[in-house]
């Protein structure tokens, strides 16, 4: 159901504007829900309907996609996004259309309204992007790759605007809430340990290097982040995974087309930080085995969009990329923080985001519900083997 703000007149004037067309009327509005379990766990998502004349007395209907924070606060990740919208996109497409590269990259902001805490966008689906159907047995190669050169001409984009407008982007990219983010990050790895904890080969072979690292993850976690001078710099996505992706397809159901939105943890940071949350969080376990061959890709495609941008910077090499990449390893140990309740199907319900870090039996029971899945209990051996291998486990 519509919120009851949500009138006529409220949405005549912003579709007015939108269309550039002073004469439009707006009709009737009704709407539906969107999504399901594991989809949206920082607000209200609801598709609208809208019927509407135009000022030549052409008479329409269409959908938008209405995004409501469940409180005015949320650790100040919706007064993120809606910088992110008002802001920060449309620059970025900007950067895009004046080298020609109008492909769309994200949907177009209808409504930000910061009083109601809301963000109305074009609705997808008519373009012929849809959700991936199966987010919990993860994506194979194709979505990988048209992902990734997606984040490229992203990234690109992002390097660019933060050579433009640096002062834009430390304006919308305040520091975050460490408290309330050390709240979130202790409760997550605590339910992963409660789950390493009954798997008795996992606690044997990383059972005291997981514990001996639990009260360093926030601090391990700020410092990934953290960028020089002599880094590459540029704005991540910050939650690239499959619902937060729509995806066209051929005539033979390949993905040639992809395109991004949520952007609650959007940042000025390493590209690697999105590419190592992307890969832990959405690929197929024998997709992720090639994962040297999605970072060259990505690096290759960067440096070809930067090109098309005339980006006059420095560009690291294939090697310093490729060692910029390892240092932001552990990124992936916290995005698969998250994955449990990404993939989990079952009926529990996880509706609100606190169950899933909150020591409380309610929170407990939530998070031992979303450690059932059986491609997430597969995964976690390889990642930790991985991880380990690579010095992640250690304290440093």
Not at 11 to 21: I, R, S, T, V
Not at 71 to 77: K, N, R
């Amino acid at each position: 159901m519509a919120p009851n703000w949500l009138t006529n007149q409220y949405f005549q004037p912003w579709l007015q504007k939108y269309y550039k067309d002073e004469g439009l009327k707006v009709l009737k509005i009704w709407a539906k829900p969107v999504g399901g379990k594991g989809e949206n766990f920082f607000g209200v998502v609801i598709r609208i309907y809208v019927d509407y004349q135009q000022g030549d007395g052409v008479t329409k209907n269409q959908s938008y996609i209405l995004k409501q924070a469940l409180s005015p606060v949320e650790y100040g990740l919706f007064q993120r996004e809606m910088n992110m919208y008002e802001f920060i996109l449309p620059k970025l497409n900007e950067i895009l259309q004046e080298a020609g590269l109008n492909e769309k990259l994200t949907p177009d902001a209808v409504v930000v309204d910061r009083e109601r805490n809301s963000i109305i966008l074009e609705d997808l689906v008519p373009l012929k992007y849809i959700n991936h159907k199966d987010r919990v047995n993860l994506l194979g190669m194709h979505h990988a790759k048209v992902t990734v050169e997606m984040l490229a001409r992203f990234h690109a984009a992002g390097v660019v605007l933060n050579q433009r407008h640096p002062e834009l982007l430390a304006k919308c990219f305040s520091p975050s809430d460490k408290k309330a983010f050390t709240e979130v990050y202790t409760g997550l790895y605590r339910a992963f340990m409660r789950f390493i904890n009954t798997q008795p080969q996992l606690k044997k072979a990383y059972g005291v290097k997981l514990e001996k690292l639990g009260p360093h993850i926030v601090e391990y976690g700020a410092r990934i982040n953290d960028v020089t001078a002599q880094d590459l710099q540029t704005l991540i996505h910050g939650q690239c995974w499959i619902t937060n992706m729509m995806y066209q397809y051929d005539h033979e159901g390949t993905p040639i087309h992809v395109v991004g939105f949520d952007f609650q943890l959007s940042n000025i940071t390493s590209p690697a930080i999105d590419l190592h949350y992307f890969f832990t969080t959405s690929l197929k376990d024998e997709v992720k085995e090639e994962e040297a061959e999605l970072v060259e890709f990505h690096y290759t495609a960067l440096k070809e969009n930067l090109q098309k941008l005339a980006y006059k910077g420095s560009f690291p090499s294939l090697q310093e990329y490729k060692a910029e990449f390892e240092r932001r390893r552990f990124k992936s140990l916290l995005a698969n923080l998250f994955k449990p309740c990404m993939t989990y199907n079952g009926t529990e319900d996880i509706s609100d985001f606190s169950d899933l870090y909150s020591d409380t039996p309610k929170g407990r029971q939530v998070q031992n519900a979303v450690y059932t899945n059986e491609v997430y209990q597969q995964s976690v051996p390889k990642l930790l083997a991985l991880l380990d291998s690579k010095g992640v486990l250690d304290l440093h």
